[in-house]
């Protein structure tokens, strides 16, 4: 039947149903149905508290499990950012760098510097306007 209050939600309980009426056996073990309803319970409520306490044993291994995995999954990545570093910076790995100029393509060109030009004078500023660098130059292009 339903135990509780009218507050709480009705729960359904098995201890206080009589259970007699419904048994196929005769009626005339009703007192060691009393005694083995009382066994029956302390049994119950024996395998409750195994059952509890199993519960709580796997949700205590589960934890540490969850605790064990994120501890690994920490190192991991301060192992892998450690390394990262470590071969990130090129001054450390000295050992295993070559330093070698690599050639390009064009070293080995016959005609090399090609399109540099001869030094040019640098101009120098004459505030005579017959002596200028650009009078000169017309004089040379246009006179000659």
């Excluded at 060109?109 to 004078?121: C, E, H, I, S, T």
């Amino acid at each position: 039947l339903l135990t509780g209050t009218e507050q709480e939600k009705p729960m359904l309980s098995l201890q206080n149903v009589d259970l007699s009426k419904f048994d196929d056996d005769d009626d005339s073990d009703d007192d060691d149905d009393s005694e083995d309803d009382s066994d029956d319970s302390d049994d119950d409520d024996d395998e409750k508290a195994d059952l509890e306490r199993e519960l709580a044993r796997i949700r205590k291994e589960r934890e540490e499990e969850k605790l064990r995995k994120e501890m690994e999954a920490a190192e991991e990545k301060m192992n892998k950012r450690n390394q990262e570093a470590l071969s990130g910076n090129p001054l450390l790995n000295l050992g295993k760098q070559n330093f070698t100029v690599k050639k390009r393509w064009y070293d080995d060109v016959v005609f090399k510097n090609q399109a540099r030009d001869a030094p040019k004078a640098q101009k120098t500023f004459i505030n005579d306007t017959i002596r200028n660098a650009f009078h000169r130059k017309f004089l040379n292009k246009y006179m000659k």
